[in-house]
């Protein structure tokens, strides 16, 4: 990651508070997925997609084999989102569980 001064960073923090609201804006998955595709390069996209289907397929009580199998993801990647899953912000476990609750 880039080395910031104290200015840099108090606007980053800005950007990044306007970037969180400019999600809250989009109303359906296709717009979403318009700003995603301007927004990260297409490896970024591949990435972030690998670690949703990977978080996905946890919840599932999937092998950490069995996913990597599925998903071409290495078991390195596979830990990492489980970690985060058990220890990070909680962001994988909400939206996991607001995306079934929309199933039902």
Known sequence: MKQHNEQQKKALKSAAESLYKAFLTLE???EVRQ???DLCTPSEMEAMVDRWWTASLLKE?????EIS????VSVTTIGRVARYMNMGEGGYRL????????KS
């Open 28 to 30: 359906k998955p296709g």
């Open 35 to 37: 700003f995603l595709l």
């Open 61 to 65: 009580g999937r092998s950490y084999r």
């Open 69 to 72: 199998e599925i998903t071409g």
């Open 95 to 102: 939206a996991l569980r607001r995306e079934e609750a929309a």
